[in-house]
Nanobody
Framework: QVQLVESGGGMVQPGGSLTLSCAVSGNIRDIIDIVRSAWYRQAPGKQRELIASMGRIGGADYADSVKGRFTLSRATARNTNALYLQMNNLKPEDTAVYYC??????????WGQGTQVTVSS
């Protein structure tokens, strides 16, 4: 089992920045088994959408709506496993609940509980 806990959400003015964090914990074998890591978001009245994802190796892929403004990164160390989403030049349309997600090679997956990001003047 893998557990995900997001943090870092909040309210920011247009043009501002936020960094979301997603702490990954659980059975070390399940963590090593993670093959895909991603951030999704869900705005009010809209479906949950994939905005950034990455595999075990290689770079990240981004939705067109966030490309050039958001950066997905991952920290993997002996006692620290986390995902990050650096968000720059935020726009009102970025307002949503943001979720981190991982999928294991064995087929299991996990979601975080979500963190609210509000972009408003």
């Amino acid at each position: 089992q893998v557990q995900l806990v997001e943090s870092g959400g909040g309210m920011v003015q247009p043009g501002g920045s936020l960094t979301l964090s997603c702490a990954v914990s659980g059975n070390i074998r399940d963590i090593i088994d993670i093959v895909r890591s991603a951030w999704y978001r869900q705005a009010p009245g809209k479906q949950r959408e994939l905005i950034a994802s990455m595999g075990r190796i290689g770079g990240a892929d981004y939705a067109d709506s966030v490309k050039g403004r958001f950066t997905l990164s991952r920290a993997t160390a002996r006692n620290t496993n986390a995902l990050y989403l650096q968000m720059n030049n935020l726009k009102p349309e970025d307002t949503a609940v943001y979720y981190c997600y991982v999928r294991r090679e064995s087929g299991g997956s996990a979601w975080g509980q979500g963190t609210q990001v509000t972009v408003s003047s």
